[in-house]
């Protein structure tokens, strides 16, 4: 790296420094069980939290956010982002609806426009890739047109924008983009001096590969180190790979200045028995193994920018229990519903791992080995678990003859062991594409064969 380059770094890491002063929370609310908008924020306050990113302008939030000491991020929904882009007006009321009249009393700092944008391939998601730059442009004449220069304009983009990431010095972005979207997206958040927001999870990488990655460098827990044969820089966590991957992606293009913002990052507290890794003891190491790492002062940076802090947001604040998916989507939060603590944490980073208290120690670190069944959750409403049953047995390739009268599935007559059986049958069949255990929380996976008689069950072997 030229002096040039590290003395524009060492100007950039003054200029960002106090951005990333404080870790934020990814405040969703994707529950049914969920504390109120104004205990919610209460708990963020009484968190000493100083950055909440919200994933829509909702306004009973943003008004409790008034007089706080909590700078704010809002995310323009991803289905306002093509009618924005085309559409100045639309544009302007956005901004003048969602944002003007919480001004100044609440600390609005960031509109995220959309979310994970790049990573849709649906024809709707495709129309969105080009039309995410021109939509933040319009956001911004819009800020400027209302007198507003307070806030910053981005986008936040899963780890998919990039078709390599290992080793970080061979990060790029995915072809098909990277002329229409992310080269327009660079040239933009470099004339507004925003940030390159982008959603990090080291749980994947290491969940999909747990014999090849250590847990220990996914949780910054030391000992370990890898050097990058191209840069001949030296790692000892993976997330620092992960990100400079993003960094030297945006360097081959000729953006080696933008700053990074991880919009999104974290480790599950719980998931479903094909989700190793995924327990309270390592959601707790990671999290605050990182917090202490964002929030040391001088910032720490990456490799490949030493001493440039990164502002973090941590998802999320609560358990979210109707976010669909397999188990961990459910399993991020830092609170439970009601308030407690899932473990111990502390935003500001103050507090020394001594200072914990004992943490349940973890039993899936290692891939479970052995069939699995997804079967009705106990308990699960009669209404609704027949009207799954009925609506996945009247997809295409499903086989619910077995449950006919005089078949072998038939007894016992009860919805709940009718509808593990097809659960168990779709998920089984559809797993390798995507499908998972899940039923709108009516499903969960279980060691334990549900077959009975001549009633077999078909299973996944993990």
Known sequence: MGLLAVFLLWLLSLSRAKASNNIGVNYGQLGNNLPSPYLSIELLTKMKARHVKLYDANPDILNLLSNRKIHVSVMVPNNEISNIAVNRRAAEEWVRNNVLPYL??????????????????????????????????????????????????????AMDVLESTFPPSRGMFRY?????????????????KSFFF??????????QNPYNISLDFALFRGGLSTRDPGSALVYTNLLDQMLDSVIFAMSKLGFSNIPLAISETGWPNAGDIDEPGANIFNAATYNRNLIQRMTTNPPLGTPAR???????????????????????????????????????IDLTGKSAAADFGPLPAPKNNVPYKGRVWCVAVKGANAMELEAALTYTCNQSNVNCDGLAPGRECYEPVSIAAHASYVFSSYWSKFRSQGATCYFNGLAQQTTSNPSRGPCKFPSVTL
């Open 176 to 192: 098909e983009i990277r002329d229409n979207v992310i080269i327009p997206l660079l040239n933009f958040l470099n004339r507004t």
């Open 104 to 157: 100044p009393k609440t600390k609005i700092r960031y509109l995220l426009v959309g979310n994970e944008v790049l990573s849709s391939y649906s024809e709707q998601g495709r129309k969105m890739w080009r039309d995410l730059v021109p939509a933040m442009q319009m956001i911004k004449r819009s800020l400027k047109a209302l007198n507003i220069s307070s806030i910053k304009v981005g986008t936040p983009l």
């Open 306 to 344: 030493p001493g440039v802090p990164i502002p973090t947001y941590i998802f999320s604040l609560f358990n979210e229990n109707q976010k669909p998916g397999p188990g961990t989507e459910r399993h991020w939060g830092l609170l439970h519903p009601d308030g407690t603590p899932v473990y111990q």
């Open 198 to 207: 982008i959603d990090v999870y080291p749980y994947f990488p290491w969940s």
